[in-house]
């Protein structure tokens, strides 16, 4: 990502409504997992820690991020008991053998090149019932100047990412649309960046708003864990999926 979007996520994170909302969401989706205080956990691009609180919760925690002032940010927060290192996907993983029982990628992948080798990596470090958790975002045609500041590859939607997960030797246990009540206004906001970005230069949303209409949009965005507890949804502006080997794989 660009250095300024870490320093904006470390001044943000905690307090945004879409890293708040994620939030909720994902621990919706972890306590479905049957983890508990043993279970080896690793985050892929950690960044600058917002989600050590919550994933030190579900079991042991093990980071890896290749900023090193996302590191620096991370390392200085951690009071979780996480082990945070350095590292880059495909080729610098820290692990070499069979050991997580839940890897997670949280808006992750779309930052990497070659997504589809660093997902056949990952899955030799899972144990054998072990499970990958992603996060990406979706529709290629919402690409605007917010994609560019966080140095993104690319957008996914359902086709693009299950064939690159099938290609890994992989399988999705779920795959799901979310970011769905919301998706109108978003998509609106995306678009107008894209006209605009010529002129301004500037992505609307990496601001944390008002607290009115930030408590609001937390409880519109968090209020999907509840949706997503009964069926997948049918669009978003991102797209969750629950990932194991294919049977035989390994």
């Known amino acids: 990502m660009s250095p300024d979007a ?8 905690a307090t945004h409504w879409w890293f708040c909302g994620r939030r909720k969401i994902l621990s919706s989706v972890m306590e479905s997992l049957c983890l508990n205080s043993s279970s080896n956990i690793l985050e892929i691009g950690s960044g600058t820690g917002g989600n050590l609180e919550m994933l030190s919760r579900f079991g042991k925690v093990s980071a890896v991020e ?4 996302a590191l620096e940010i991370s390392r200085s927060k951690n009071t979780f008991g996480a082990a945070i290192f350095s590292g880059r996907c495909p080729d610098e993983i820290p692990f070499q053998c069979a050991q997580f ?25 899972l144990n054998p019932n072990g499970r990958i958790l992603i996060t990406v975002p979706a529709f290629q045609w919402l690409w605007s100047i917010h994609d560019e ?13 299950r064939n690159i997960v099938a290609a890994a030797g992989l399988e999705f246990e779920r795959l799901t649309y979310f ?5 109108p206004v978003i998509a609106v906001a995306r678009v107008l960046d894209r006209l605009r970005s010529k002129r301004t ?19 519109i965005f968090g209020a999907e864990q509840y949706l997503l507890r ?20 390994k």
């Open 179 to 183: 970011n769905t009540l919301l998706f």
């Open 6 to 13: 870490y320093v904006d996520m470390a001044n943000t994170e």
């Open 101 to 125: 029982d839940l890897i997670c990628l949280f808006d992750v992948l779309e930052h990497i090149e070659q997504d589809e080798t660093t997902l056949n990596k990952l899955k030799d470090l």
């Open 201 to 219: 230069g500037v992505s609307t949303g990496s601001e944390v708003p008002p607290l009115w209409i930030n408590n609001a949009l937390v409880t």
């Open 66 to 69: 290749m900023d090193s002032k």
């Open 149 to 161: 500041y966080l140095h993104h590859k690319r957008r996914y939607d359902l086709s693009r990412i």
């Open 230 to 249: 009964a069926a997948n949804l049918p669009f978003g502006v991102s797209i969750l999926g629950l990932i194991k080997p294919k049977s035989g794989a």
